[in-house]
């Protein structure tokens, strides 16, 4: 059973700076593509971000790029978002996805509880 757990969510000043983890187990994790997504108030979930399977391919929406890394450790079977130059509009829960294969494309199917992240400005 894929078992994701985030951490590392907050409250920031606007410019600040985050870093998400989120822990996976249940499957072999390098086999699997990883992301996050965050969904505001009154807002429609969205894609983020999303790193392959090996890590050596990923993606961003383009409101974060340049301001968000996605890594992972294979080794450590973790998954983490680097967010820098936070935004108030970045406030939102962010969840932390597993693929059902290992392109960075997706599909997504399995989903963490998520973690809060509160920009003030």
């Known amino acids: 059973q894929v078992r994701l757990v985030e951490s590392g969510g907050g409250l920031v000043q606007a410019g600040g700076s985050l870093r998400l983890s989120c822990a996976a187990s249940?499957?072999?994790?390098?086999?699997?593509?990883m992301g996050w997504s965050r969904q505001a108030p009154g807002k429609d979930r969205e894609f983020v971000a999303g790193?392959?399977?090996?890590?050596?391919?990923?993606l961003y929406t383009d409101s974060v790029k340049g301001r968000f890394t996605i890594s992972r450790d294979n080794a450590k079977n973790t998954v983490y978002l680097q967010m820098n130059s936070l935004k108030p509009e970045d406030s939102a829960i962010y969840y932390c996805t597993e693929a059902r294969g290992t392109m960075a494309l997706g599909p997504y199917e399995y989903w963490g509880q998520g973690t809060q992240v509160t920009v003030a400005s």
């Open positions: 790193i392959s399977g090996s890590g050596g391919n990923t």
């Open positions: 249940g499957r072999t994790f390098s086999s699997y593509a």
